[in-house]
């Protein structure tokens, strides 16, 4: 069974489309985030929620939004998307770090979205 | 804030030669350390991690990580490489809060 699974795995879109990017993990995790991975393979944070609240939002433009229906879930929408957003987009899980216990993360495939 | 540097962009090494990752972080209070592989066309998957203890920390697939306070580092270590290790490697540092920061990556090539 996949831990941290992401749909789709592939989206080509044109500029200006809104699109969104689903994540569901089955792991039991109380947090969830997305990361965004550029060409060069950089890897930035972007949000993070626990139990369905954001408790991280790093300066992404509000054209994006995540949506946590429940833990076990973290979507991810694009408005007005433009050619810079083409990117890998990973979604990943962790229990709530404890003191002392650090949080290690469990990633999704990742999705990677081509805007034309 | 915290900060990680990963000083080598790419590293060639023969299959069967040991291995080296260099990991520098800056964090203001005991660091929690991870560093993670993301083969082509995958997400990442941890490897190891350091949280307190024992400094140095063994991990899957033969690998082990020193973490080294006075000098700030966290470098992974082979002693053989094999050709399916190459891949993208990635250092990251936590806070209690829950954010982690991830290094630029090091490419590893592994020539035959």
């Known amino acids: 069974d996949t831990a941290v699974s992401q749909t789709p795995k592939y989206l080509v879109t044109q500029m200006g489309n809104d699109k969104s990017i689903k994540c569901e993990q089955n792991l039991g995790h109380d947090t969830m985030y997305w990361y965004k991975q550029d060409s060069k393979k950089f890897l930035k944070i972007m949000f993070s929620y626990n139990n369905k609240e954001l408790i991280i939002n790093e300066t992404v433009p509000n054209r994006f939004s995540p949506k946590s229906p429940d833990k076990a879930h973290l979507n991810l929408h694009i408005n007005s998307l433009e050619l810079g957003d083409s990117a890998v987009y990973f979604c990943?899980?962790?229990?709530?770090?404890?003191?002392?216990?650090?949080?290690?993360?469990?990633f999704g495939p990742g999705t990677r979205l081509t805007v034309l | 804030a915290q900060s990680v540097t990963q000083p080598d962009i790419h590293i060639t090494v023969s299959e069967g030669a040991s291995l080296e990752l260099r990991c520098n972080y800056s964090?203001?209070?005991?660091?929690?350390l991870f560093w993670y592989v993301q083969s082509p066309g995958q997400g990442l998957q941890l490897l190891l991690k350091?949280?307190?203890?024992?400094?140095l920390v063994q991990g899957i697939k033969g690998f082990e990580a020193e973490f080294k306070r006075s000098q700030s580092s966290f470098n992974l270590r082979k002693p053989s490489v094999h050709w399916s290790d190459a891949a993208e490697y990635f250092c990251a540092v936590a806070s209690n809060a829950g954010k982690s920061t991830f290094g630029d990556g090091t490419t590893l090539t592994v020539k035959p």
């Open positions: 964090y203001g209070a005991t660091p929690y």
């Open positions: 350091y949280f307190s203890g024992d400094t």
């Open positions: 990943a899980s962790s229990q709530v770090p404890l003191a002392g216990a650090g949080n290690e993360q469990f």
